[in-house]
């Protein structure tokens, strides 16, 4: 099972033996913040002063303090509530024995649903975590959505000669970053893995484990971004090779794989001809099969000459082929592909492959994903 990220309870209402029984049952999915909105000089300002002061990002808010404030007043609840801090959070009533009526008032103020506080402290935590879980698969299914179709649009654009649209690229890696920032690079494994067409799955995999790479490394926002939209790109020459040898159910032969191996120089010469002139990207795109000792294709390059942003794209390249699913071979675990990784010796920089270990591979524990026989047929397309 993959691990879940932290989440923040944000509790709005008295500060009582109630909420700590509340915040202890919520503990094994993350931690409680109470706020007690009838502190005496307590008032909305407050709160918001504490959103904008390096609060922990809020995953769901739950009212418990309309028993105080008078049920009828679930308006009233909600505008003390800061919109940034409500923005894409679920907002959960919790009252007495709630009727019909009132179900219907708190869904027209925006509550997500209301909880009956007759339940208890654990009951409670669990389905506050449940509708996090939730809205969390909710974000992540429109980025990965949003993202297959840029990907798309970008590999029919180099199959017709067109140009390629790397501000858009740039724009969507941007939403790789902060969907498996909030919900982790697992969950979009888990959600990518989905797709059915190999050459779309593949990009969008390994952007996804570039991100989390990229934020295990320590990278900044903007070169993080910039070596995500990298790793879409990365295979955009495989645009020009026949459908029916990338969708070919078994292992290449050597006259199919000789032709597979040109799609870097393809695909750096279509960024070339439409003058783009980002070292880091036209390297990515060309250079992510070079091997340190001088093993890899298509320039044979070795050592000093591969820069640490190819390093970078080729363990998680590699990485990403061990891990997903393949209609020819079985997936591996996360800790299988890594001694795979390991056992390529010198081939790969090692200090790179440390951090992968250490700093990376604990956000994805749980794999392998699953193979393409076993995704039913309600599964995403693509």
Known sequence: MLTMPHSTLLVIGPDNMRQAALTAA????????????????????????WAGKGAPEVNLILVTSLETIGRGHMQVALSAIPPELRAGVPVVFAMRGPSALEHIRATMSGAS???????????????C????ELERDRRMLAAAGASEITLRGLLDAAGNGAPLDLEQTERTAGLMLDATRKDGVGRWMTTVAQFHDQTYRHSLLMAGIMAGFMVALGVGTRDSRRMTSAAMVHDVGKALLPPALLDKPARLTEEEFTLVKKHPIWGYDMLRAQGEADPMLLSVTRHHHEMLDGSGYPDGLSASAISDHVRIATI????TALVEPRSYKACLSAEDALVRLQDMGDKLDPDLLRIFETQFLPQVPGIPLKCPAEIPDTAISA
């Open 26 to 49: 919520f503990a094994p999915f993350g931690t409680t913040v109470v706020v007690d909105l009838e502190m005496p000089g307590f008032n909305r300002s407050a709160l918001q002063d």
């Open 113 to 127: 649903e209301i909880i009956d506080t007759r339940c208890s402290p654990e009951d409670i935590a669990a389905r």
């Open 129 to 132: 975590h449940v509708l996090i």
């Open 316 to 319: 998680c390249d590699i990485f």
